[in-house]
Structure formats: structure tokens, C-alpha cells
């Protein structure tokens, strides 16, 4: 996969991640335990999109 797949790729999980955190919120009976768990995931995303966006312009 080139850089650029990978990059797309985490930006639709990022996206997906931040679907189930609303759907999550949205919820009768929200779960902070999972709420929590998606957000650090998300982030993790996040911070590896920026590492390989660093690394594609050098």
C-alpha cells in the first residue's frame, strides 16, 4: 500500500471512530468506559496521520 492508501485508509478510520463516539454519545445509556476507548483510539489515529504527514514532506 503506498503512503497516500495508507493515509486515506486512517483517515476513514479516523472518521468511522468519530461516527461510533457520537452514536455512542447519543445513547440512553452511555458506556464512559467504551466513550473512553474510542477517543484514545481516535487519537492514536490522529497522531499516526500526522507522523506520516511529517514524513511525506521530507
Known sequence: MTTEGHIAALERRHQE???RIQAEMQ???IDDLM?????RKKLE???E???Y???ERH
Open 53 to 55: 504527514n511529517v514524513m
Open 17 to 19: 471512530l468519530d461516527r
Open 27 to 29: 445513547n440512553r445509556q
Open 49 to 51: 496521520i500526522a507522523r
Open 45 to 47: 489515529v490522529k497522531d
Open 35 to 39: 466513550v473512553s476507548a474510542l477517543k
